[in-house]
């Protein structure tokens, strides 16, 4: 079977066996002018890394560690809801390969069972023209076993494998993702966010349930009654106040 099923995704693929960060591998070569669609895979990161400098577990050769180079001609202000468009690529995906069903936490968490899957970073380079690149990193949890785990992760996380007990093959895996994510960024780049946020809701954990926002600055309660076209997530708290929400962690409530 040939790798792709893409036009332009993945068509340059950087593949390294070992690297800090897919991330900071593709800023870099971002910057030296890779071409829209450049993908960066990994077998292993010693230093991959999620929101706010936080640790990113990259197990050896149990995941899908990889970052995308995009260059699309939109301002910066519909950069987040890319991370939104992949989260729907990334659902799909498992859904193909596994038949297994994600659901999508806002804004970046894919769970099974209510635990982690897969995290999604998206990453700017900017400047007074606008958009240089997006960088989206996407970390898939394939068949790692528990113990293939750090253990301030093992409450939290699963794997593919974990779920339904088969090893899964990372390269229809990446196959898949990668046609979904030419998809998806296609459609959001040519017609806007509003068909991929009917998907986008579809598979959300968290619309009309309640939920606590912890941002850096407060913490909110309510009820999670939407996102907007910006893929801002709007919190109604029990004072009957609208929140709309930018970035934060959310907790489930029950
Ligand atoms: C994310 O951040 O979820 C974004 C993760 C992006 C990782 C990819 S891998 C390829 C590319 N290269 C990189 O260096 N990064 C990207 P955030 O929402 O901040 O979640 C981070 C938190 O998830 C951590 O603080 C842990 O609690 C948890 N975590 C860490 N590793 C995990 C794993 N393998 N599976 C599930 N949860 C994990």
Same mark, same amino acid.
């Given at each position: 079977q040939p790798l792709l099923k893409t036009a332009k995704i993945g068509q340059v693929m950087e593949y390294i066996d070992s690297c800090p960060s897919t991330q900071i591998l593709a800023h870099k070569f971002a910057q030296e002018g890779?071409?829209?669609g450049t993908v960066v895979l990994t077998?292993? @990161?010693? #230093?991959g890394r999620g929101r706010l400098a936080r640790k990113w577990d990259s197990a050896p050769q149990k995941g899908i560690w990889m970052s995308v180079i995009l260059r699309p001609d939109?301002?910066? @202000?519909? #950069?987040?809801?890319f991370t939104l468009v992949a989260a729907v690529a990334v659902v799909r995906a498992i859904e193909e390969v596994t038949g297994l069903k994600p659901e999508i936490k806002w804004p970046n968490d894919i769970l099974l069972n209510g635990r982690k899957c897969t995290g999604i970073l998206t990453e700017l380079q900017s400047d007074a023209d606008g958009i240089q690149a997006l960088i989206i990193g996407i970390g898939m949890n394939a068949n790692q076993e528990l113990e293939d785990f750090s253990p301030e992760v093992r409450d939290i996380a699963t794997s593919l494998k974990m779920m339904d007990g088969k090893t899964v093959d990372r390269q229809e895996l990446v196959r898949s993702l990668l046609f979904y994510l030419e998809q998806y960024t296609n459609l959001y780049i040519e017609q806007g966010f509003k068909m991929l946020k009917i998907m986008w809701e579809s598979y959300?954990?968290?619309?009309?349930r309640p939920v606590r926002a912890r941002m850096a600055k407060e913490t909110l309660e309510g009820i999670a009654e939407g996102i907007t076209d910006e893929g801002v997530l709007q919190l109604r708290t029990n004072d009957g106040k609208l929140h709309g929400i930018y970035s934060a962690d959310i907790e489930m409530k029950n």
């Open positions: 890779a071409p829209d077998e292993t @990161q010693t #230093a939109v301002v910066p @202000q519909k #950069a987040p809801q959300s954990s968290t619309i009309g």
